[in-house]
Nanobody
Framework: VQLVESGGGLVQAGGSLTLSCEAS????????LGWYRQVPGKQRELVAT???????NYADSVKGRFTISRDNAKNTVDLRMNSLNPEDTAVYYC?????????????????WGQGTQVTVSS
């Protein structure tokens, strides 16, 4: 599975930005898609995830401001970010979890995109 992000950039505080990620390869095995972010010196942190069935999960810091959506037919996941503030500045990574149910037991693997920079100016 390959994940390619697009849509990062520079935006002023209070503005909006939409990130997109397209998955390719064995996309039929993808269970969860989502977004994480990382700033220098800190651990990568969850932003939002969405399951194949549409169940979403958000970090408390982005609830009410960010919306994750998924198009299973196009193998894409988008992150709409509103009311951005400087604390949202980070490299955003697309995330994909593949789960394969085998006779010997389930197998899973995480995939990551290359990252896209989001910078929010004050």
């Amino acid at each position: 599975v390959q994940l390619v992000e697009s849509g990062g950039g520079l935006v002023q505080a209070g503005g909006s930005l939409t990130l997109s990620c397209e998955a390719s390869g064995r996309t039929s095995d993808i269970n969860t898609l989502g977004w994480y972010r990382q700033v220098p010196g800190k651990q990568r942190e969850l932003v939002a995830t969405i399951s194949t069935g549409g169940t979403t999960n958000y970090a408390d810091s982005v609830k009410g401001r960010f919306t994750i959506s998924r198009d299973n037919a196009k193998n894409t996941v988008d992150l709409r970010m509103n009311s951005l503030n400087p604390e949202d500045t980070a490299v955003y990574y697309c995330y994909g979890l593949v789960v394969v149910h085998r006779i010997e037991g389930p197998w899973s693997h995480e995939y990551w995109g290359q990252g896209t920079q989001v910078t929010v100016s004050s």
